[in-house]
């Protein structure tokens, strides 16, 4: 894909089952970044012998922590594009070309748009944060990031699902696109939490997301 460097950032707790298979789809377009969220089975080994860099946490810190530490050490490391990329399987490789052509375009920031959302407050939240920033679908997990714009050193402030570091671009002026992407349906039982509290993390992260980028965006213009 050009002389681009592009990391792949892979947080990952408890994945053993897929991880190998994710790693291998991808290692063509850049370098995998797993980062091992205190996994107590073989994800970091699995990792490490199927080609990514590994990072281990000693203790579990959660899918934010991980994204913000896979970027950091992106940026330290000089690549050019950060790429999330779920460990779960749900995500497809097809689709890392469009998106390394896009922020070879120009755009500094890909949020990819799943075809399908589940989640009552999910929904609900996607279309508020919709009206405030135009973002078809900020939690899915799939999005590109220009690195060069990234000059925050704290990069995770408060429990976002992921969202932070694109919503802070985002207030930056950055250019952005949405893209569709294709995923699929995780096999087993997914590590973001049961029904009640996947819902509440994802309803709480919202409430956060409005009060750091909207309303103190809007208190700092006045």
Partial sequence: MG???????????????????VIKSINKF???????????DSTGTIAKKSGALVIKNKINMEYDF????????????KFDFA???????????????????TLKDGYDLVLGIRN?????????????????????????????YRLSKIKKKNLITYKSTGTEIAFYMINKGCRYKNLK??????KDNSRFGNKISANYKILKSTILTIQNFVLKRNYENN
């Fill in 3 to 21: 002389k681009y460097k592009v990391a792949f950032i892979i947080p990952a707790y408890n994945e053993s089952l897929t991880i190998q298979k």
């Fill in 30 to 40: 850049g370098k995998a970044i797993v980062i091992d969220d205190a996994s107590t």
């Fill in 66 to 77: 991980c994204i913000g530490k896979g970027i950091s050490y992106a940026v330290k490391n």
């Fill in 83 to 101: 790429i999330t990329f779920d460990a779960d399987g749900q995500h497809l490789a097809t689709d890392i070309p469009k998106i390394i052509t």
């Fill in 116 to 144: 399908k959302v589940s989640r009552v407050t999910e929904k609900l939240s996607i279309k508020i944060l919709d009206f405030f920033f135009k973002i078809k679908d900020p939690y899915c997990g799939l999005k590109g």
């Fill in 181 to 186: 992407v294709s995923t699929l349906s995780r």
